[in-house]
């Protein structure tokens, strides 16, 4: 079974063509060592791999060998995820840091200024009141 294959099969990535571009990128390992895309994969390997934003590794271990694409329950009983917790709550952490951070940019600072906005802030310099 090759490793892109079977990444793509149990819904690790959304195609094909991403696991093989992991795999030749030496993203994906097994027992430390990089694997090609065409490696052969058995039940009982443990592999390294990104997580899907790419801020941890996770572990994981080959249940069941997959050839196609199937619905995904079938899908995540054919691998078991040995990711330590803490490594989880961290990127959980980080994760509901950026979302409180992207809703403060919604309320506040939008970066760069609108013409309008910088008109605004001139024109209170010049009366020397505050801007927002």
């Not at 793509?8 to 195609?15: C, F, G, I, N, S």
């Not at 506040?108 to 009141?129: F, I, M």
């Amino acid at each position: 079974m090759r490793v892109d294959k079977w990444l793509w099969a149990v819904r690790l990535y959304k195609t094909r063509s991403k696991a093989s571009h992991d795999c030749s990128a030496g993203k994906i390992k097994r027992a430390g060592t990089n694997l090609k895309p065409s490696a052969s994969l058995k039940i009982g390997d443990t592999l390294e791999t990104p997580s899907p934003d790419n801020t941890y590794k996770r572990t994981i271990e080959v249940v069941q060998l997959i050839e196609k694409r199937v619905a995904a329950p079938i899908a995540q009983a054919a691998y078991q995820d040995h990711t330590p917790a803490e490594i989880l709550a961290e990127a959980e952490r980080k994760r509901l840091e950026k979302k409180e951070q992207r809703q403060f940019r919604k309320k506040g600072d939008q970066g760069r200024l609108t013409k309008r906005n910088l008109r605004q802030r001139k024109k209170a310099d010049q009366e020397g009141g505050k801007f927002f």
